[in-house]
């Protein structure tokens, strides 16, 4: 199992940014960010394939997020600006060993998780 550590979650305006971290205890292909506000389901927000960069996002983020990565410090980052209300939830990382490129997008389930950063954006 991939140990997952997160940070930079915060309380923004609507408008703001904040980039949130993601450290792993290994390195692994397939990372990626999902989300889940109260009373709604597990949202996929982006995922990235670190052989070959590809990044993957979801409709409601594209333009206003960009998923990133440091593979010498086996982080993952996830850039949010523009950011609205309804961008407010828990925000996950998640990693799975073994993901082909075609697999790791932001519908995809990936098995190990860290503990959750708090997003919260006021309007």
């Known amino acids: 199992q991939v140990l997952l550590v997160e940070s930079g979650g915060g309380s923004v305006q609507a408008g703001g940014s904040l980039r949130l971290s993601c450290a792993a205890s290994?390195?692994?292909?397939?990372m990626g960010w999902f989300r889940q506000a109260p009373g709604k389901e597990r949202e996929g927000v982006a995922t990235h394939y670190a052989t070959n960069g590809r990044a993957d996002y979801a409709d409601s983020v594209k333009g206003r997020f960009t998923i990133s990565r440091d593979n010498a410090k086996r982080t993952l980052y996830l850039q949010m600006n523009s950011l609205k209300p309804e961008d407010s939830a828990l925000y996950y990382c998640?990693?799975?060993?073994?993901?082909?490129?075609?697999?790791?997008?932001?519908?995809?389930?990936?098995?190990?998780w860290g503990q959750g950063t708090q997003v919260t954006v006021s309007s």
């Open positions: 998640a990693a799975q060993r073994g993901v082909s490129s075609g697999d790791c997008n932001a519908g995809a389930f990936l098995r190990d």
């Open positions: 290994e390195y692994t292909r397939c």
